[in-house]
């Protein structure tokens, strides 16, 4: 439902629809007691799950590794003031399961940075929720 500002809050699928769309978008979570946030490639895996990898040796990896974090990535369009947020809330944890590897090396995301130690991480989607802009240009 459409509110009078223009936003709708979107529902996980939709959530979930949008977020397959995009390729990049930033993981929150705490460092040295400080919030903390990083643009990283992803992919979706079946199980609606945000996986993204990175190097093993990675401040990143240490740092949300069986921790609670947040994952968010949009879409925007300035000119007609509309778009998208999505937010995904889950436990981080770092793939050991060999055949899991194997799997995500074949269908998981590819990391934009050189990665030789590369490590897995998946982000259970515990709590999706998202919001829609629709465009109010020109509306007084």
């Given at each position: 439902?459409?509110?009078?500002?223009?936003?709708?809050?979107?529902?996980?699928?939709?959530?979930?629809?949008?977020?397959?769309?995009?390729?990049?978008?930033?993981?929150?979570?705490?460092?040295?007691?400080?919030?903390?946030?990083?643009?990283?490639?992803?992919?979706?895996?079946?199980?609606?799950?945000?996986?993204?990898?990175?190097?093993?040796?990675?401040?990143?990896?240490?740092?949300?590794?069986?921790?609670v974090v947040s994952f968010e990535a949009d879409e925007f369009h300035a000119p007609t003031e509309s778009g998208w947020s999505v937010v995904v809330t889950g436990r981080a944890h770092?793939?050991?399961?060999?055949?899991?590897?194997?799997?995500?090396?074949?269908?998981?995301?590819?990391?934009?940075?050189?990665?030789?130690?590369?490590?897995?991480?998946?982000?259970?989607?515990?709590?999706?929720?998202?919001?829609?802009?629709?465009?109010?240009?020109?509306?007084?």
């Open positions: 439902m459409l509110q009078d500002n223009g936003m709708r809050a979107l529902d996980r699928q939709e959530c979930l629809r949008l977020l397959a769309k995009v390729p990049v978008g930033r993981v929150v979570y705490t460092r040295q007691a400080l919030p903390a946030v990083l643009p990283v490639n992803f992919s979706l895996d079946a199980d609606s799950s945000v996986v993204l990898h990175t190097s093993a040796a990675s401040g990143l990896v240490h740092a949300i590794d069986g921790v770092v793939v050991t399961d060999p055949v899991e590897n194997e799997r995500l090396r074949r269908t998981g995301p590819r990391s934009w940075m050189r990665v030789g130690d590369g490590v897995f991480v998946r982000i259970e989607s515990e709590m999706v929720t998202g919001r829609e802009l629709a465009g109010t240009c020109g509306s007084d």
